[in-house]
Nanobody, 124 residues
Framework: QVQLVESGGGLVQAGGSLRLSCAPSGRTFSKYNMGWFRQAPGKVREFVGAISWSGANTYYADSVKGRFTISRDNAENTVYLQMNSLKPEDTAVYYC?????????????????WGQGTQVTVSS
């Protein structure tokens, strides 16, 4: 069983940056594709981006493209979400998720493991 733990959330002013981390416990996840999702109050959970198990490929939602970057360090067993030029509408709980497979996907139900989430609040 893979358990994922997110960290790095917090309060930041608009235009600022944060870096979220996601680390698994229980086993290595070097062969898993990883995704980031977010859920704002009263809204459905939405896709932010994903990275392949090798780190060679990434895929982003249009709303964050050019501002957010996903990377991973398999030696450290950690995935990162670097968020720049943050906007108030980026305020949400951010979740990382893992899935086995050969394609990067945005569909929540295709991910096998989820973290508990970390709160990101962007003030205007």
């Amino acid at each position: 069983q893979v358990q994922l733990v997110e960290s790095g959330g917090g309060l930041v002013q608009a235009g600022g940056s944060l870096r979220l981390s996601c680390a698994p416990s229980g086993r290595t996840f070097s062969k898993y594709n990883m995704g980031w999702f977010r859920q704002a109050p009263g809204k459905v959970r939405e896709f932010v981006g994903a990275i392949s198990w090798s780190g060679a490929n990434t895929y982003y939602a249009d709303s964050v493209k050019g501002r957010f970057t996903i990377s991973r360090d398999n030696a450290e067993n950690t995935v990162y979400l670097q968020m720049n030029s943050l906007k108030p509408e980026d305020t949400a709980v951010y979740y990382c998720a893992a899935r086995r497979g050969n394609t990067l996907v945005a569909t929540l139900s295709l991910y096998d493991y989820w973290g508990q989430g970390t709160q990101v609040t962007v003030s205007s």
